[in-house]
């Protein structure tokens, strides 16, 4: 039995949510090392690519969109969501 979470994840979900904020830090840290000019354009250019790929392999796992688990439509909608949040704020 999995141990009790606060956010009632199963381990698909919380596991996959821990490979979204590490993809998420290293894009992080990867705009911000190599466009140290401009790295908050260069962060929502990543995002939007990482949830270009999210797409592409969801689209690929012929995973369901409305799934009980997070899937990469989730990590999808998450970078996207950074991305446009990162677009909106600068």
Known sequence: MDAPNS???DL??????RRFLITLA???FAAFAFAPQSPWQ???GM???AATMDSII?????????????TYWDGSAGFLG???LIRLMT
Do not use: D, M
């Open 7 to 9: 956010l009632g994840l």
């Open 12 to 17: 698909q979900s919380r596991l996959f949510l």
């Open 26 to 28: 290293g894009i992080t």
């Open 42 to 44: 260069s962060l929502a």
């Open 47 to 49: 995002t939007f690519l």
């Open 58 to 70: 969801a689209a690929l796992r012929k995973e369901r969109l409305n799934a009980r688990s997070l």
């Open 82 to 84: 950074v991305s446009c």
